[in-house]
């Protein structure tokens, strides 16, 4: 079949009878009828035939109203790149198309290319791709850009001193969705039959891109017609799409890399980019929004990785309009495009990270400083700051990914499920349902890349820096965690990116749940009561004997969690027997203390303490049984959950088993530091380990009296040697039973007790590891300035009175322990708050004019009460005197 065969008809498939694509078919179904000469006939044929479906697939017929989808001419068609429309032309020479014979107005190009392609080949040969440029100097049929054409042109505008066709190409193309989805497409690995199709064009290295494409089509459809047929199923999007992995895209970065490295030091082109960006995030915007264009193409996440090379991104110009409409749109990706883009963003190195994270951060500060924020204009309701918080989620979990990444070590699931309230029913007699039933929040694209924020020992870039301190500054966080629990569509809650906030904030949320949660326990308590008739008790009482606090403390809390767990999320209210102080926090803090000194103290044996470290590890022969341990957790979590800081001294280990990691080699290094240091050197032995050190695979320890224990890491390990080959084995199974395996029933009673009371608690889903240290025990560091700058004064007290001169001059001359003893006077505990003494809300009240009285406290609200003393020596005495025998609460 030849083009005047359809002379009569512009859009017509082609005739299958005698055609040669029938022709052709026959040829793979019966091969050994075929004479060479009739073979090559056909071939020729088919070569014809695919070649006028490529360029009717780049070129079209000429025809406005071709009605041909698969015509470049047609209103109705996509278009592709060549590599595309040469696969293309396969899939249409498979099916027989239609094919268009080429309109009269293209008389003479296209179809005398056709006929005679032998005399178009060699005239194409004489001209260069920029003669043909220049011709063309406005570069209109430009639609997407790769490398190669980016630096043609720009050297044509270089050589004519002038950039505006550049910069009207850069326009045109960045502000195109379609064009850039299809620009900067990375070159794909070559099968063999495309490399014998390369061969063939290795041939004649001036023949013109468009004709060897379509060269390499016909190659392929030779050589093997079943790989032929599978790659022309689908549309070529989706065949691109089919092949990449899953942290894989179309586009090449680094060719886009070293685009913008040429451009952006042009200021007039770098204006380009800037346009098209506010032209092109609306429409991106709209795709994503109502067109679902992402389930269409998934190429379509290209345009996402080139707009954000841009390393100008967080230029003054773009952070006005650009970029954060540009993060609107990037926002309304869905969850499977934000995790490609988190998993593909993980293999970039750290200043790419370190780049994108920026850009982001500038964005969110730039709109706080530059905006009032307050209870009445949230910055919630800010779309930048919403949407730009969105995008560094990304950065975040590709930060998390790309680190020092541990999946595996897990701790195990209780066996046993935490009982639930036995007034439970009655909620749901209420119409109530108890909120995270099913345990703590999950982050939803935490979920799709498989990774918790807790699996990351290391990442690219330290946390710290993906905190906003000017967004914790404004935020108000009453009303983001109404909305974090409301779960609104039309509302954000920045505590579902807690990477954003420090831990003062993420503090002040678990605050407000665990108090809310006190509140709900104690009206459900009197609804409880009224209904069934019973006592009315909304606190969590507990009445102790000063010198019999465990037993009085323990006792009681293991009646109420077999009895009642959900009691232990009542307020906490604590009586010393045969004492005055009413519980408003102070006694409780005091409570806690003394219970964290008698369970850690080293003769009841539940703990061993390591005189290097000053650390406490859990007693593998204690003669405590798991209910002991499981008070202890209790205790811990009633700290959190009440809001008071214990002195407890654990490695970091023990958060991180807290939040489900099992403990590894590497955390030898903080709980066992010479053990650590002991198996690392095996690890670096460089002679026989087997010969110079006859070591085994079975170790001894110590129990509490000194006796040494046995214990076999494999079946018969006294039997099995250590050697340069299972070292790294034997490594891996001393530290498992050190940090696991020994201490296996003592920790999961330890762990259960913990989380009878915080299961529903957001804490797993805010804080890390090192932030549960933190909220537990406090700060370390005691700034006492800091203190002063937040101190405030009542009574006639003033920051410049001469007693409170003296006091902090006092104060501050004060060793490292009596300061300690005057925060333990002053508060209820030694230790600093989340956030250090700065966040610590002290009150120095006058109580008198100078008298020999000694100075008092309400450790509840944090005041002291102070004499106005006559001298400063008698102050400094009076206090030290207060501070060093303070015990025990009285009423003032």
Known sequence: MNSDEKEDCECAPPQAGPSPAGACEREYEEPETENPEASRMKRAAAKHLIERYYHQLTEGCGNDSCSNSWCASSMDFHRMDN???????????????????????????????????????????????????????????VSYLTEEKVYEILDICAEKEDYSPLIRVIGRVFSSAEGLVQSFRRSKPHTKEELKSLQGKDEDKDEDEKEAAACSAVAMEEDSPAS???????????????????????????AVRRVYERLLSNEKVEAAFLNALVYLSPNVECDLTYHNVYSRDPNYLNLFVIVMENSNLHSPEYLEIALPQFCKAMSKLPLPALA????????????????????????????????????????????????????????????????????????????????????LTLQELLGEERRNKKGPRVDPLETELGIRTNDCRRPLIPFEEFINEPLNDVLEMDKDYTFFKVETENKFSFMTCPFILNAVTKNLGLYYDNRIRMYSERRITVLYSLVQGQQLNPYLRL?????????????????????????????????????????????????????????????IGMFTYDENTKLFWFNPSSFENDGQYTLIGIVLGLAIYNNCILDVHFPMVVYRKLMGKKGTFRDLADSNPVLFQSLTELLDYE?????????????????????????????NGDKIPV???????????????????????????????????????????????????LLICGSRNLDFLALEETTEYDGGYNRDSRIIKEFWETLHSFGEEQKRLFLQFTTGTDRAPVGGLGKLKMIIAKNGPDTDRLPTSHTCFNVLLLPEYSTKEKLRERLLKAITYAKGFGML
């Open 687 to 715: 002679g026989s380990v087997e010969d110079d050190m006859m070591i085994t695979f079975q170790i001894s320890q110590t129990d509490l009296f000194g006796n040494p224990l046995m214990h076999d890491l494999r079946e």
């Open 83 to 141: 590599n595309a429309a040469a696969v293309k032309a396969l899939e249409l020479y498979k099916i027989n198309a239609k094919l268009c014979d080429p309109h009269p107005s293209k008389k003479g190009t296209s179809s005398a290319y056709l006929e005679s392609s032998a005399l178009n080949n060699s005239a194409c040969r004489k001209m260069n791709h920029k003669d043909i440029n220049s011709v063309r100097g406005d570069f209109k049929d």
């Open 228 to 254: 032929s047929s599978r790659l022309g199923e689908g549309s070529s999007g989706d065949n691109d799409v089919q092949k990449l992995g899953p942290d894989e895209v179309s586009v090449d970065v680094e």
């Open 723 to 773: 050697t340069n080959d299972n070292r790294k084995d034997f490594v891996a199974q001393y530290a498992e039973y050190m940090l696991n395996k020994s201490v296996e029933k003592q920790f999961k009673a330890f762990r259960r007790g913990f989380h009878m009371v915080t299961n529903e608690s957001p804490l797993k889903y805010l804080f890390r590891p090192e932030e549960i240290e």
């Open 543 to 603: 009445k102790v004997r000063r010198d019999h606090i465990i037993d009085d403390a323990l006792v009681r809390l293991e009646m109420i969690a077999m009895e009642n767990p959900a009691d232990l999320k009542k307020q906490l209210y604590v009586e010393f027997e045969g004492e005055q102080g009413v519980d408003e926090g102070g006694v409780s803090k005091e409570f806690f203390q003394l219970v964290v000194e008698e369970i850690f103290n080293p003769d």
């Open 340 to 423: 490609k883009l988190a998993r593909l963003w993980s293999h970039y190195g750290a200043e790419q990270i370190r780049r994108m994270m920026e850009t982001f951060q500038q964005l969110i500060t730039y709109k706080v400083i530059s905006n009032e924020f307050n209870s009445r204009n949230l910055v919630n309701d800010d779309d930048a700051v919403v949407a730009s918080t969105k995008c560094l989620k990304i950065v975040y979990y590709a930060n998390i990914l790309g680190g020092d990444v541990d999946t595996e070590h897990n701790e195990e699931e209780d066996e046993e499920p935490i009982p639930e309230s036995s007034e």
